[in-house]
T-cell receptor, first 114, second 114 residues
């Protein structure tokens, strides 16, 4: 099973809403990532978890709050977002945080902030 | 600053024809170079990963080359199909920063037409 599953596929929310994006993998990977991708742009790294601990935070605004409840799950909690936060949010995983292993991406969650 | 540049920005070819996409990078110290295929609104899918010692790697109709001396890579697609229409992203990993902090190119948008 070489799948990273993201839910929901589409999400529309207002600026005062609280919502969450979810990501799950069952490949035994110990590193998980959140990327943000705007149209026609490459993905931008937001957060990296290694062994369920936050390893990298790319100076992301606090309205985005990651959570790694266990080694298979990664959440991204959203609160008080802005319209410019509308984007495709990609979750990815790799065996380790070593930079040499393959990175598996999910299908993404398309977020629209009204 | 690490950079990955891809050319052309976009490309239209007829079904059955071959094409070659280019990637130049200035990432240092180099760890590996990856090519991903991304369909519109979907997550990237890995095509190849090459380390410093690898010159060529194939995955079906996709063949990637790497010249670590000139810091150039190419992705050759043979006998193109309509399903090859996608964005092709070159991604380079370096050995610093705790791993898997990748530098993404802006992609080449390929369209295969009848």
């Amino acid at each position: 099973d070489t799948e990273v599953t993201q839910t929901p596929k589409h999400l529309v929310m207002g600026m005062t809403n609280k919502k969450s994006l979810k990501c799950e993998q069952h490949m035994g990977h110990r590193a998980m990532y959140w990327y943000k991708q705007k149209a026609k742009k490459p993905p931008e790294l937001m957060f990296v978890y290694s062994y369920e601990k936050l390893s990298i935070n790319e100076s992301v605004p606090s309205r985005f709050s990651p959570e790694c409840p266990n080694s298979s799950l990664l959440n991204l909690h959203l609160h008080a977002l802005q319209p410019e936060d509308s984007a495709l949010y990609l979750c990815a995983s790799s065996q380790e945080l070593s930079g040499t292993g393959e990175l598996f991406f999910g299908e993404g969650s398309r977020l629209t902030v009204l | 600053k690490n950079q990955v540049e891809q050319s052309p920005q976009s490309l239209i070819i007829l079904e059955g024809k071959n094409c070659t996409l280019q990637c130049n990078y200035t990432v240092s110290p180099f760890s590996n170079l990856r090519w991903y295929k991304q369909d519109t609104g979907r997550g990237p899918v890995s095509l190849t990963i090459m380390t410093f010692s690898e010159n060529t790697k194939s995955n079906g109709r996709y063949t990637a080359t790497l010249d670590a001396d000139t810091k150039q890579s190419s992705l050759h697609i043979t006998a193109s199909q309509l399903s090859d229409s996608a964005s092709y992203i070159c991604v380079v990993s370096d050995l610093t920063g705790g791993g898997n902090k990748l530098t993404f190119g802006t992609g080449t948008q390929l369209k295969v037409e009848l």
